[in-house]
């Protein structure tokens, strides 16, 4: 059975600190990783990584794959109060959706 | 934002009864499916589809039926609530089956089993 792992479950940390959050999977026939921020409502798109060693970056957030230990960081620096959110990571192995396996979640807490 | 809509965005029902959640998209993606999110659990298929009449059970299926006669419609039924089936429901959809730009999801429906 696939499974992702996220950890911490939970964060909080003050405006301006650097974030990082972690995700380990085990997915069988593994293609890709992807990064969702939910806030509230419907999860929304951040990344999606395929290649290890190779970081992909929106403004602040980064994100990369290491498919030889078989996780993924996703980080988050400067952190403003609306990064707080809960961070989804879902393992897919082929297929439509599936293919995918979400794990639990990282539920970050920015203070100002 | 992509343009998929959920109804009712929120429903108190009783045990026993039957509730049918409806997924609207406007964007003529083949594939669609329900999600339902429960804390520590995420996100879970119950069912997905990958064209009109054409649908397959996912992880959590028991006690749910779905359908889909309308490219853009999908629907989710309990036929019998209950209040384990307390739960946020997503709606997603997909344009192809690879997941090349991955998938989008609704605003999600609340529903409450009492």
């Known amino acids: 059975e696939d499974k992702v792992v996220q950890s911490p479950l939970s964060l909080v940390v003050h405006e301006g600190d650097t974030v990082t959050l972690n995700c380990s999977y085990e997915?069988?026939?593994?293609?890709?990783l992807l990064w969702y921020k939910q806030e509230k409502k419907a999860p929304t798109f951040l990344f999606m990584l395929t290649s290890s060693g190779i970081e992909k970056k929106s403004g602040r957030l980064s994100s990369i794959l290491d498919k030889k230990e078989l996780f993924s960081i996703l980080n988050i620096t400067a952190t403003q109060t609306g990064d707080s959110a809960v961070y989804l990571c879902a393992g897919y192995s082929g297929g439509g959706a599936d293919g995918l396996t979400f794990g639990k979640g990282t539920h970050l807490i920015i203070q100002p | 934002d992509a343009g998929i809509t959920q109804s009712p965005r929120h429903k108190v029902t009783e045990t026993g009864t039957p509730v049918t959640l409806r997924c609207h998209q406007t964007?003529?993606?083949?594939?669609m499916y329900w999600y339902r999110q429960d804390p520590g659990h995420g996100l879970r298929l119950i069912h997905y589809s990958y064209g009109v009449k054409d649908t397959d059970k996912g992880e959590v299926s028991d006690g749910y039926s779905v359908s889909r006669s309308k490219t853009e419609d999908f629907l989710l039924t309990l036929e019998s609530a209950t209040s384990s089936q307390t739960s946020v429901y997503f709606c997603?959809?997909?344009?192809?089956?690879?997941?090349?730009?991955?998938?989008?999801f609704g605003e999600g429906s609340w529903l409450t089993v009492v």
């Open positions: 997915v069988t026939n593994f293609r890709s």
């Open positions: 964007e003529n993606h083949r594939y």
């Open positions: 997603a959809i997909s344009e192809s089956a690879t997941l090349g730009n991955t998938i989008y």
